[in-house]
């Protein structure tokens, strides 16, 4: 497996892992992926990571800002897909472990995750990976019309933002 950037060209195999995430119900409260542009323009620029097995994108990893104010110019929420058929084969822990070396390459200190508590899986990956949960926001928003909660968990970089 290697990780690589992400390519504009990607968005259709990164599009397809992102809607096969969504369609489980407990990946986001987006219900569908968004047009190649609003994606786009919704993440950084940098830290945009795909996982290729064969030439073929099995995961994706990137980052959005949190905030335009300058202040929290260093602090980005993480979104991680693993293909379904790939998923629970060290593909995510890869991803998430490339993704937090290019955001610290950035310059980013904080790393921010907002994670359905059912999706056990990812909280134990951020877990492995160095987060900690924080805590976390009860039915903050509605999905399939069901009131959802969600588990804050945050990655505070050991190498930037120290001093």
């Known amino acids: 497996m290697l990780i690589e950037d992400m390519r504009s060209d990607d968005w259709e195999a990164v599009r397809r892992i992102y809607e096969e995430g969504l369609a489980t119900g407990d990946a986001s409260f987006e219900v569908e992926a968004p047009p190649w542009a609003v994606w786009d323009?919704?993440?950084?620029r940098h830290s945009r990571l795909v996982a290729r097995v064969a030439g073929r994108v099995v995961g994706w990893a990137a980052l959005a800002p949190v905030s335009n104010r300058a202040c929290y110019g260093g602090?980005?929420?993480v979104s991680l897909y693993v293909a379904a058929g790939w998923r629970a084969r060290g593909v995510g822990k890869q991803?998430?472990?490339?993704?937090?070396?290019?955001?610290?390459?950035?310059?980013?200190?904080?790393?921010?995750?907002?994670?359905?508590?059912?999706?056990?899986?990812?909280?134990?990956?951020?877990?492995?990976?160095?987060?900690?949960a924080v805590g976390q926001r009860e039915r903050i928003?509605?999905?399939g019309g069901i009131w959802r909660d969600t588990v804050i968990t945050e990655r505070r970089s050991k190498v930037i933002g120290t001093e």
């Open 75 to 77: 602090v980005a929420e």
């Open 141 to 143: 928003a509605k999905h």
């Open 95 to 132: 991803l998430l472990a490339a993704l937090i070396e290019s955001s610290e390459r950035h310059g980013i200190w904080s790393l921010y995750g907002s994670t359905f508590p059912e999706n056990e899986a990812s909280i134990r990956l951020q877990l492995a990976c160095g987060f900690r």
């Open 41 to 44: 323009e919704g993440h950084h």
